[in-house]
């Protein structure tokens, strides 16, 4: 998911500010998600 929006979509109006955070939570969720596979991993 990262990397996938562009500078130019921000300033032509494409994305707005909804749109990045709608981006930003579901990086946070990734993030998440994968802390804790990593740390159920190593319980195992």
Do not use: F, H, P
């Not at 990397?3 to 955070?21: I, K, M, N, P, W």
């Not at 939570?25 to 993030?31: F, G, P, Y």
């Amino acid at each position: 998911m990262r990397g996938v929006c562009r500078y130019e979509s921000l300033v032509d109006g494409t994305l707005d500010l909804v749109d990045v955070a709608i981006m930003n939570e579901a990086l946070d969720a990734s993030d998440e998600n994968s802390a804790r596979a990593q740390e159920a991993a190593k319980k195992t």
